[in-house]
């Protein structure tokens, strides 16, 4: 499990010294019908001082986290935030 990120122009120039026209920048979009959650989670920014970060441990769980942080973020730049770390739930 990732404890931290890295970000990709720090893990080409130190990891592996690769051109950097080889890295495309990533692009973000966000689809119209979408729009209300992002709204939704800015409002949520500014109202609450703590975020806790509930999605799969998996690359694409990470990512959204990391989105859902952006988008909170963007109205409170001081949140705090946490993240769960878990493998599976399942009854007993």
Same mark, same amino acid.
């Given at each position: !499990? ?8 720090? /893990?080409?120039?130190?990891? $592996? ?11 973000? $979009?966000?689809?119209?019908? !979408?729009? /209300? ?19 799969d441990?998996?690359?694409e ?5 990391s989105?859902?942080?952006s ?14 770390? /878990? ?6």
């Amino acid at each position: !499990m990732w404890e931290r990120s890295v970000s990709l122009s720090t /893990f080409v120039t130190e990891a $592996f010294p690769l051109k950097r026209s080889l890295c495309s920048p990533v692009a973000r $979009f966000l689809p119209q019908g !979408m729009r /209300f959650v992002a709204s939704n989670l800015r409002q949520q920014g500014k109202d609450h001082d703590l975020l806790l970060i509930w999605t799969d441990c998996d690359r694409e769980g990470e990512h959204i986290g990391s989105e859902i942080v952006s988008y909170c973020r963007k109205e409170n730049s001081k949140i705090k935030v946490l993240r769960s770390r /878990f493998n599976a739930i399942i009854p007993e």
